[in-house]
């Protein structure tokens, strides 16, 4: 089993920023971190991914403003939102793929308001 911790977040005027990390319980060769954000009433959707070979993306409505990546040493992911918008309060989870599965994080709320 692997565990997903996540931490961050918080709340944020638009235009501010916030960042969300999600740690590992273990470190492994092959992988692939996601982030995804669950807004109220809607379903839960993939925001942004890196891969172990240098491979990412994001959904358009981040692209420019979110930034997925991994620090070796502390085998975490982080997620930094800049330019934040309303739309962007949501639920905000981390995704985890290796070898041994899929792992989601317990999630970490993001508000953006004035």
């Known amino acids: 089993q692997v565990q997903l911790v996540e931490s961050g977040g918080g709340l944020a005027q638009p235009g501010g920023s916030l960042r969300a990390s999600c740690t590992p319980s273990i470190s492994e060769r092959w992988w692939v971190f996601s982030w995804y954000r669950q807004a109220p009433g809607k379903e839960r959707e993939l925001i942004a991914t890196?891969?172990?070979?240098?491979?990412?993306n994001y959904i358009d409505s981040v692209k420019g403003r979110f930034t997925i990546s991994r620090d070796n040493i502390k085998n975490t992911a982080t997620l930094e939102m800049n330019s934040l918008k309303p739309e962007d309060t949501a639920v905000y989870f981390c995704?985890?793929?290796?070898?041994?599965?899929?792992?989601w994080g317990q999630g970490t709320q993001v508000t953006v308001s004035s």
């Open positions: 995704n985890y793929v290796g070898p041994r599965g899929e792992y």
């Open positions: 890196l891969g172990s070979s240098g491979g990412y």
